[in-house]
């Protein structure tokens, strides 16, 4: 490591830093997503918690308070290959409200086997996103989520984060045009906040926190195509 590099950060301003990211944390309690400012997309903050001099933590530097959705667990059923077993079957019936699960008005098995295999194709055929720290500082992520989802870590946080967003279990994401938009603030603000780096994700606490799992009443958007192959 170069002189320059070991020299340790001035205390003072250390401990500004740290005022600051406490600030950003305390901040972001109850703020809802309907409430973010158009300009917070794309992870529009820094490590003041201003922007351009004129946007404030409280209402830029937040990880929005989402409703609904499902556990990581949920959505790494999606990502085995093997072929569609009832538990795979009642998963998709569970998630994607496609009826009881028994009696004559139950869906056919096939059915719920398609189901769950254009589920499985749409995530499994997502692109890989970079994400962008609006710093400057890191470099960019790439966010294969099927690849977050296979992983142990705090990365099946984030992913299921997203694949909510993306399916509508969280209802409208205005201001954020869409679950891209989304994900690439949290993104921004976990940076800010010391939750992640270079590598990906490392705490996604806050994120968890934010996210009040399991009880969507949204319909939630069910991809079409050929079933299982």
């Known amino acids: ?30 703020v809802a997503i309907t409430t973010l400012p158009a300009q917070s997309v794309w992870g529009a903050c820094n490590t003041s918690g201003l922007s351009g001099g004129s946007r404030s933590a409280g209402t830029v530097c937040i990880i929005p308070h989402v409703t609904g959705g499902r556990s990581p667990g949920s959505w790494t059923k999606f990502v085995d290959l093997a072929a569609p077993d009832n538990l795979a079957r009642n998963k998709v019936r569970e998630m994607f409200s496609l009826g009881p699960g028994g009696g004559p008005s139950a ?14 194709t749409h995530i499994r055929g997502l692109p890989t996103l970079t994400l962008v720290d609006p710093q400057g500082i890191f470099a960019d992520v790439d966010f294969n ?16 984060y997203y694949l909510n967003a993306l399916f509508g279990f969280y209802g409208p994401l205005a201001p954020l045009a869409d679950a891209d938009e989304l994900i690439q603030h949290v993104w921004g603000v976990m940076l800010v906040k ?3 780096n ?17 009880t969507s009443t949204t319909s939630a958007y069910l991809p079409s195509g050929s079933g299982c192959s």
């Open 198 to 214: 270079s590598t990906g994700p490392t705490n996604t606490a806050d994120l968890e926190a934010a996210w009040v799992p399991e």
């Open 1 to 30: 490591m170069n002189e320059l590099g070991s020299e340790k950060m001035p205390k003072v301003e250390k401990i500004q830093q740290n005022a600051r990211r406490k600030f950003l944390i305390q901040s972001s309690a109850g």
């Open 107 to 120: 869906p056919s098995e096939s059915s719920l086997n398609a189901a769950y295999c254009n589920v499985r």
């Open 145 to 160: 989520v099927e690849d977050y989802l296979n992983d142990s870590g705090p990365e099946k946080n984030f992913a299921a």
């Open 194 to 196: 010391g939750d992640a």
